[in-house]
């Protein structure tokens, strides 16, 4: 009988997380309400590995005070030239540069290129993880690419640089449609509850300074304080 008992809590406990998590899944993002879930594949050499946005950060206690989760595309020619010629040397010298998700690695053009708003927040975001990430920062990357080449191309570019934080593949648009994602790139700001507290496009200094302020804030850090070094060239006043 006590057998019996157990099996059917946990049968109810299974169907009860399977409909929870259908109804995160179903949800669609805005600023104040519970970030929607989604379960996503690495980009690069963990292809072969997902990511659960809930079991591997909202549901665990302490697992961060801000996690920002960017969608990023390389699709636009102009993006797509400059992470060519960002891993141009590192083809150059030899090294291995080829990744899971695709075997093909375009040439690099040769040419000056100027900074697309992809590179740019690529950069911003980078910065702000090297600067809070000890200070209980998060960053996701997702690639809303579905264009293999374009992906390994940007998977290239992150092994090179060694980016610390995980790099997803939203092959599916599933993560872009739940996210509200029209144009690219947009960043999503969740905090320590679980909610959305910003959702942003814009990377330009101004922007950049407020999303700084913002993530601050939520971190529990002096808004009047110097930048980070790695901020400050970024987002220094012009």
């Known amino acids: 009988m006590r057998k019996k008992f157990l ?82 040397p590192e ?8 990744d899971a998700v695709s075997d093909a690695q375009p040439a690099a053009p040769k040419g000056p290129v100027k900074n697309s708003d992809t590179l ?4 911003l975001l980078t910065a702000l993880y090297a600067s809070y990430h000890e200070k209980g920062f998060e960053l996701l990357i997702i690639l809303a690419d579905k264009d293999l080449t374009k992906v390994a191309v940007f998977t290239s570019l992150a092994e090179k ?9 939203d092959r599916h648009g599933i993560a872009k449609s739940r996210y509200k994602v029209d144009d690219m790139p947009k960043v999503t700001l969740i905090g320590a509850d679980g909610k959305i507290f910003k959702m942003q496009n814009d990377f330009n200094q101004p922007a950049g300074r407020e999303l700084n302020a913002m993530i601050r804030k939520n971190l529990g850090l002096p808004l009047d304080a110097a930048l980070p070094p790695a901020l400050e060239e970024i987002l220094k006043n012009k």
Do not use: C
């Open 7 to 88: 099996l059917t809590f946990l049968l109810l406990e299974l169907v009860s997380f399977y409909v929870a998590s259908q109804l995160r899944a179903a949800e669609t993002a805005a600023e104040g309400v519970k970030a929607p879930d989604f379960t996503l594949q690495f980009a690069g050499k963990k292809a072969n590995q997902t990511l659960s946005l809930y079991e591997s950060y909202l549901d665990k206690e302490g697992a961060f005070k801000v996690l920002a989760i960017a969608f990023l595309s390389a699709s636009d020619p102009q993006t797509f030239k400059e992470f060519e010629l960002l891993t141009a």
């Open 91 to 98: 083809a150059a010298s030899g090294e291995n540069t080829q």
């Open 120 to 123: 740019k927040s690529l950069k």
């Open 161 to 169: 640089k060694k980016y610390a934080f995980p790099l997803l593949w």
